[in-house]
Structure formats: structure tokens, C-alpha cells
């Protein structure tokens, strides 16, 4: 059974950082494209960047390029944002997905691209 735990959200001032895990079980984590989405309030589900566990390429959302990284430590079958240079509108629920397949540039952004989620976890940031 495909299982994903969210962990590490916050409150932080904008400018500040913070760091969200998504550990992974019941499959083989080195084959999937594992993803974060950010659903603001009153917004749809909307996904920030991605990276197929096989490899090393990673995708991101203009909004969060630069800012950003996505990275997994396979040994431990976990999924990791460090967030950067927080800024207000990246206030929202975050949750992390995945999907038993190489990460695609065409699809790897769409919520219904995949099977798997995390519980979420929220993330606050104040001007």
C-alpha cells in the first residue's frame, strides 16, 4: 500500500526558509516521479516542481525556479522542498505526489497525473 507522510510546514516572515519532507512506503521509491503541488486558498491544486527518482533532472514552476529545490535521499525513501526567499503568495497547503512513472514535461504538473498523495501540510508565510 502506497503510503506518503507531508511533514515540515510552518509559519515563517517572508524571506525565510523552511524545508518540507514527504517519506515515502509499500513501493519501490526509486522509480517514480515524486512531485509538490501548492493549493493556495480558494485556488486550485497547482504543482511547483517534480523529479523522477531514477535520475537527477528536475522540473519547476516559473513561480518557485530559483527559489527552489526539490531533491530525494532514496536510501531513506524521502522527498524533500527546501523553500528559499519565502514570499507571501507561497502561502497554502503543500502536498507531495507520486507516480510509478519518469517524470513528463507535458503532464508533470497536472493533479490528475497522479495516483499517490501526501496528507499535506501548511505553510504560512507574513509580510
Known amino acids: 500500500q502506497v503510503q506518503l507522510v507531508n511533514s515540515g510546514g510552518g509559519s515563517v516572515q517572508a524571506g525565510g526558509s523552511l524545508r518540507l519532507s514527504c517519506v515515502a512506503s509499500?513501493?519501490?521509491?526509486?522509480?517514480?516521479?515524486m512531485a509538490w503541488f501548492r493549493q493556495a486558498p480558494g485556488k486550485e491544486r497547482e504543482g511547483i516542481a517534480a523529479?523522477?527518482?531514477?535520475?537527477?533532472?528536475?522540473n519547476y514552476d516559473a513561480s518557485v525556479k530559483g527559489r527552489f529545490t526539490i531533491s530525494t535521499d532514496n536510501a531513506k525513501n524521502t522527498l524533500y522542498l527546501q523553500m528559499n526567499g519565502l514570499i507571501p503568495e507561497d502561502t497554502g497547503m503543500y502536498y507531495c505526489a507520486a507516480e510509478l512513472s519518469q517524470c513528463n514535461k507535458y503532464w508533470w504538473s497536472r493533479t490528475f497525473a497522479y495516483k499517490s498523495w501526501g496528507q499535506g501540510t501548511q505553510v504560512t508565510v507574513s509580510a
Open positions: 523529479i523522477y527518482t531514477g535520475g537527477v533532472e528536475a
Open positions: 509499500g513501493f519501490t521509491f526509486s522509480r517514480y516521479c
